[in-house]
């Protein structure tokens, strides 16, 4: 589950003379001079910022936050405090000092009161957190404990059969009849059932005040047959194995949905309250799909605009967990550039999709059969076809006839002039500003052009004012070998259309600013930062070429 980080609005003062922490936000005051013991863990502890912003977060209700860590000394101290800085944002603001103090009560009565040991590791995000998945906040772990201790067996894998078949005997598999967030487990309990992920819920939170480390686990879909499943996985001591409700005697077969659906099972994951996990491996046979997303040759950093689905009941299904989180996703090869998507085996369909200027979307796609161990590389282009954009795609803006200017070049006494650009076949203006970081990084891309001997006249422009060394620097530092101007007015840039940055009278909107001429129509231009547009000028110019103006 994805934890909302939505910061409080006001200032954080620490008053360095009295040794107070202070926040006003509105008529909301923070000040720790009120919870001594607080207080002092905190100015102790490296994590003070994050504590104290955790506290920010829970607005008007901060002091219910703070009365409950105040309470505490300690081990236990620290774990509520822990508690508080990775709830989420909703639950800060609604979170109970007796509903927290509960939770961290009786998780500590799970770990020390019951046969087994709690892996000190596993303590606080299987045991302590008080939530299950989306579920209200509330008061159930007290209940819960009182009401299912005597199921506590000697070891949790004991335990867990023994909760196992309570759940199986006792709590029905309902449909959702009502809209809304999850039941909570007092609530499961109450009504004697609830949907299959309110049942592994339950199972999950009888487990947790029971000392065991779980976790829910599912599978949306089963390849091409019907219907998904949701489940539990436990901590035995040494692994994570699978626990049924609806099947006892299935505990810990992690090869039950492949008796059930034949090499169909697509994607496996695992969700506590704050965290998800694919554990697709453990339960089939898998394959690879990696995945490199390309524009104008240039590989694109975490590109998110993409699904892989599997056909599913008559249609295809994104397989949605395969995303939520993009990094934990690319485990494999911890690369921003790729995407790996570990899947069971079967026929998947990758889509990827980008929108031209107008809004409209181009859609890539690819079906894709994953056998058992095969890894399969596949690179998608986010180019549409040059032949498939609009002259709107193109060309931000229309220029009827080349605007007139006359400017020294760098190092000489002569000048260029907009006929230069009419005498080429192919020309490039450029409009750029060394004093602005994405022109730096696209400019060499320009020099490209050059080097590569291609017959197509590059001319640049610096606007706005620069110190004659910086700029020469500039031009030794990239081995600039074109011809190039400065601008210091901007009244070159301005005729093009670029508008002066309103907080900046010196510098303008849309550099790097690209245009590419061919017999001095403006057949192409870019503006802002793209680093592939080497590639796109030459494709562009290939074009051309292809339709024999």
Request: hydrophobic share 40%; glycine share 8%; charged share 25%.
């Amino acid at each position: 589950m994805l934890i909302n980080k939505i910061v409080a609005i006001g200032i954080f003062v620490f008053l360095l003379s009295c040794g107070a922490y202070a926040f006003a936000a509105g008529t909301i005051e923070i000040n720790l001079e009120k919870y001594p013991n607080l207080k002092m863990a905190v100015e102790k502890s490296p994590d003070k910022d994050k504590i104290i912003e955790s506290l920010k977060d829970g607005g008007a209700n901060w002091e219910n936050l703070a009365s409950a860590a105040e309470s505490l000394t300690g081990q236990k101290q620290d774990d509520m405090i822990w508690l508080i800085t990775v709830m989420p944002h909703l639950d800060r603001l609604e979170a109970t000092t007796d509903i927290l103090l509960e939770h961290l009560e009786y998780a500590y009565k799970a770990k020390n009161e019951l046969p087994y040991k709690v892996p000190d590791d596993m303590f606080r995000p299987y045991i302590l957190v008080y939530r299950i998945g989306d579920e209200p906040v509330r008061p159930w772990r007290k209940m819960i404990f009182d009401r299912f201790k005597n199921l506590a067996g000697n070891t949790p894998s004991e335990t867990a059969k023994n909760v196992n078949k309570w759940v199986n005997e006792n709590i029905k598999v309902f449909d959702r009849g009502f809209f809304g967030p999850r039941q909570s487990p007092d609530q499961i309990i109450k009504v004697g059932g609830g949907t299959k992920e309110d049942v592994a819920a339950v199972t999950t939170a009888i487990l947790k005040a029971l000392g065991v480390p779980s976790r829910s686990a599912k599978c949306d879909f089963f390849g091409e047959q019907k219907d998904g499943a949701t489940w539990v996985e436990i901590y035995d001591g040494t692994n994570w194995i699978p626990l049924y409700p609806d099947a006892p005697d299935s505990f810990g077969d992690f090869k039950r949905w492949e008796k059930e659906y034949p090499h169909n099972i697509t994607v496996v994951s695992t969700t506590t309250a704050f965290d998800a996990l694919q554990v697709t491996p453990k339960y089939t046979e898998t394959g690879t799909i990696e995945l490199t997303f390309m524009r104008h040759g240039v590989v694109q950093e975490n590109f998110e605009h993409f699904a892989v689905s599997v056909y599913n009941n008559g249609g295809w299904m994104p397989l949605d967990d395969l995303g939520f989180d993009l990094e934990e996703s690319r485990m494999s090869t911890k690369d921003k550039m790729k995407f790996e998507a570990i899947v069971g085996d079967g026929t998947y369909l990758v889509e990827a999709g980008v929108r031209n200027r107008n809004g409209d979307v181009h859609m890539y796609t690819e079906q894709v059969e994953v056998t058992s161990g095969a890894k399969i590389p596949i690179t998608i282009k986010l180019d549409p076809p040059i032949g498939d954009l609009t002259r709107e795609d193109l060309v931000p803006r229309e220029i009827d006839k080349l605007p007139e200017w006359e400017l020294p070049l760098v190092g000489t006494e002569g000048s260029i002039f907009s006929d230069i650009i009419y005498k080429a076949n192919f020309a490039v203006l450029a409009l750029f500003d060394i004093n602005n970081e994405p022109s730096l990084r696209m400019m060499p891309k320009l020099i490209d052009l050059k080097l590569d001997k291609t017959k197509i006249k590059v001319i640049s422009i610096h606007a706005g004012p620069v110190e004659d060394e910086k700029l020469n620097a500039f031009i030794k530092d990239n081995a600039l070998d074109m011809t190039i101007a400065v601008d210091k007015d901007g009244n070159a840039v301005e005729k093009y259309g670029l508008s002066r940055k309103s907080d900046d009278k010196t510098h303008f909107n849309g550099l790097p600013s690209i245009m590419l001429f061919y017999k001095g129509r403006i057949i192409l231009w870019v503006e802002g930062y793209d680093l592939g547009i080497r590639e796109f000028i030459l494709d562009m110019v290939k074009y051309q070429e292809s339709l024999g103006w």
